[in-house]
Antibody, heavy 121, light 107 residues
Framework: QVQLVQSGGGVVPPGRSLRLSCAAS????????MHWVRQAPGKGLEWVAV????????FYADSVKGRFTISRDNSKNTLYLHMNSLRAEDTAVYFC??????????????WGQGTLVTVAS | DIQMTQSPSTLSASVGDRVSITCRAS??????LAWYQQKPGKAPKLLIS???SLESGVPSRFSGSGSGTEFTLTISSLQPDDFATYYC??????????FGQGTKLEI
C-alpha cells in the first residue's frame, strides 16, 4: 500500500535547526517528485518546496528560500526537509506529499500524516 | 505568483443539499487545478485532478468543472462525511504551487 510516514518535528527555539523525514513505501520512490507543504495553526495550506524525482531540480517558496533545504535519498526511499534559522512564523504542521503522476508536474497524492514544528523559546 | 481565490470562505448547508465552491485563478491555468478535502487533524485528501478528473474511490456526488481561470467543485447531495474544509490548488506554475484559502463546509 502506498504510504508516506513522517518523523521529526517538535519544539525548537528561534534561530535553531531541525530536520524532518518522510519515509516512502509501496511505490517506486525514485520515479516521483516530492513536496513539503505546511499549515500554520488554524490557517490554510502553504506549499514549501519540491524536489524532482531524481533530485536534479529543487524549488522553494519565497518564505523559506535560503533557510530550508529539501533533499532525498532514493536508496533509502526517504525525503528530507532541513530547516535552518527557524522563526516563530515557521510554526506549523508540515506534510510531505508525492506527485500524483510519474516524472511530471501534477497534483499531490498521497500525503504523509503531518508533523508539528513549534518554534518557541 | 498565481493567486487562487476561493468563495465562499464558509458555507452552511444541510444533508442532501447541492453545494458549489468556486475557485478563481489570477491568470489562466488551463486545466491544471486540483481539489482537496481536509478534516480536522488529518492530511488533505485529493478529490479531483485536472479540473474535472475524479480520483479513484471518491464518491460520484463530487464533480469538478472549469478551465482557464474559473473552476467549480460541486457536491450533488451532501452527506454527513462531507462536512470538511476544501482547498483548490493550481499546478500550472510550480514556482510556486499555490492553494486557495479554503472553504469550510459546515452544517
Amino acid at each position: 500500500q502506498v504510504q508516506l510516514v513522517q518523523s521529526g518535528g517538535g519544539v525548537v527555539p528561534p534561530g535553531r535547526s531541525l530536520r524532518l523525514s518522510c519515509a516512502a513505501s509501496g511505490f517506486t520512490f525514485s520515479l516521483y517528485g516530492m513536496h513539503w507543504v505546511r499549515q500554520a495553526p488554524g490557517k490554510g495550506l502553504e506549499w514549501v518546496a519540491v524536489i524532482w524525482y531524481d533530485g536534479s531540480y529543487k524549488f522553494y517558496a519565497d518564505s523559506v528560500k535560503g533557510r530550508f533545504t529539501i533533499s532525498r535519498d532514493n536508496s533509502k526511499n526517504t525525503l528530507y526537509l532541513h530547516m535552518n534559522s527557524l522563526r516563530a512564523e515557521d510554526t506549523a504542521v508540515y506534510f510531505c506529499a508525492r506527485d500524483r503522476e510519474v516524472q511530471t508536474i501534477s497534483s499531490f497524492d498521497p500525503w504523509g500524516q503531518g508533523t508539528l514544528v513549534t518554534v518557541a523559546s | 505568483d498565481i493567486q487562487m481565490t476561493q468563495s465562499p470562505s464558509t458555507l452552511s448547508a444541510s444533508v442532501g443539499d447541492r453545494v458549489s465552491i468556486t475557485c478563481r485563478a489570477s491568470q489562466t491555468i488551463n486545466i491544471w487545478l486540483a481539489w482537496y478535502q481536509q478534516k480536522p487533524g488529518k492530511a488533505p485528501k485529493l478529490l479531483i485532478s485536472k479540473a474535472s478528473s475524479l480520483e479513484s474511490g471518491v464518491p460520484s456526488r463530487f464533480s469538478g468543472s472549469g478551465s482557464g481561470t474559473e473552476f467549480t467543485l460541486t457536491i450533488s447531495s451532501l452527506q454527513p462525511d462531507d462536512f470538511a474544509t476544501y482547498y483548490c490548488q493550481q499546478y500550472s506554475s510550480y514556482t510556486p504551487y499555490t492553494f486557495g484559502q479554503g472553504t469550510k463546509l459546515e452544517i
